[in-house]
């Protein structure tokens, strides 16, 4: 294992699942296990699966002052979000540039909970609390188990009263299995799903429990990685991975702008006076490449860092590829130079696969008006 400096509450049940547990954002963590992760996307695309994806960093802000710490680094407006809500957020650096995403739910009137990635949104909280009326907890005995795909509700429904009423991006208080959690409709699959939030603790007993009582209607542990077959499909990047930290152009610092990553949605409207704000604002049209979908005349997968080619001249990179065995298509979430960026654009794969057409392709491919996340009932 991957010496971390975070401890793996379920760390016996990775490796029973034949998981090495190697290094994510600090927390050993369930990349693989001896299964195949096709089946965990069939299952979380067809069933349910169950994901801990307790490496996200946890912390909590309390204070007269949390709103405008929060306000002040992220590009939503918090005075919109109501206690038992929340929403998808980005920081920024000064330079206007994208460091770190996260969700914001708020607790109660000076309450906050922060769960985000591994860029540096956790340094630029730290920062930012000092010497304001705001306490911050950085939290590594709450796990994030995350209960995800069509059937996750109808699980859930069996031992959590209301469940059904809970809206996308709602938090509610709740018991499970005679413990306290807090679940969130939210996840990163681009299915109906939920995140349930407990002490560590309680997190072998709900586990096993969900595992055990899951079987009959299909749900089964799914590894980390299965997360980049979903993304893919569904548009959700995965900071550095998808980001200039990890393909770097020539001669120019890292960072992107959230109108070259297509994350400008989250900055709420009219919203001015955040870090970063004037330059988001003075960036935009002036975009490298633009974050799209690649589709490839291939039944194997392309590799990240695979380049696109069209015109006769380098035009892209592929960050995060995969194959859908329940659609039979290659596919791929690419950075595209912005004349290429356009649905139906021919491109040739250079890399792994040796030279394979393609065309550009709009994001997301799976679900694109968001239904099932959304669904109600």
């Known amino acids: 294992m991957t010496r971390s400096w975070r401890y793996a509450a379920l760390a016996s049940r990775h490796r029973a699942l034949g998981s090495k547990l190697e290094d994510w954002n600090g927390m050993p963590t369930a990349w693989t296990y001896s299964t195949d992760v096709q089946d965990h996307h069939v299952a979380i695309r067809t069933r ?29 407006d918090v005075s919109k979000i109501m206690p038992g809500k929340s929403a998808y957020c980005c920081f920024l650096n000064e330079g206007g540039k994208f460091i770190d995403d996260g969700i914001l739910y708020r607790t109660g009137p000076n309450s906050w909970f922060v769960v985000h990635g591994s860029g540096a949104g956790h340094q630029a909280l730290t920062q930012a609390v000092v010497g304001r009326n705001v306490t911050m907890l950085f939290d590594d005995d709450l796990l994030d188990l995350s209960l995800q795909g069509p059937l996750a509700v109808d699980y859930l429904a069996k031992h959590v009263p209301g469940i059904r009423d809970l809206k996308y991006f709602g938090h509610m208080g709740a018991t499970l299995f005679g413990k306290p959690v807090m679940i969130s409709r939210t996840g990163y699959t681009g ?40 993304r893919t499909e569904s548009y959700l990047l995965f900071y550095p991975y998808d980001n200039s930290e990890m393909y770097p152009f020539e001669n120019e610092p890292c960072g992107d702008t959230l109108w070259e990553l297509g994350l400008d949605f989250t900055v709420s409207p009219g919203k001015t006076g955040f870090r970063g704000a004037e330059e988001h604002y003075r960036l935009k049209g002036k975009e490298r490449f633009k974050i799209f979908g690649v589709l490839i005349e291939s039944d194997k997968s392309a590799a990240p860092g695979d380049k696109l080619v069209a015109d006769g001249k380098e035009v892209g990179v592929i960050t995060c590829p995969m194959v859908s065995t329940l659609t039979g298509k290659s596919m791929a979430i690419a950075r595209v130079d912005v004349p290429y960026a356009v649905h139906g654009a021919k491109l040739t794969v250079e890399g792994s696969l040796g030279g394979v057409p393609a065309i550009a392709h709009a994001l997301p491919f799976d679900d694109p008006k968001k239904a099932k996340r959304t669904a109600v009932g």
């Not at 912390?59 to 680094?73: K, R, T």
Request: hydrophobic residues 40%; charged residues 25%.
């Open 191 to 230: 299915e109906r799903g939920y995140e349930i939030f407990c002490k560590a603790e309680d997190a072998e007993l709900i586990w096993d429990t969900i595992v055990e009582e899951g079987k009959e209607m299909g749900i089964i542990p799914c590894c980390f990685t299965a997360l980049d077959l979903l």
């Open 48 to 76: 349910a699966g169950l994901m801990d994806v307790s490496g996200l960093k946890k912390v909590h802000l309390h204070g007269p002052h949390a709103s405008a710490v929060l306000d002040y680094l992220t590009t939503r």
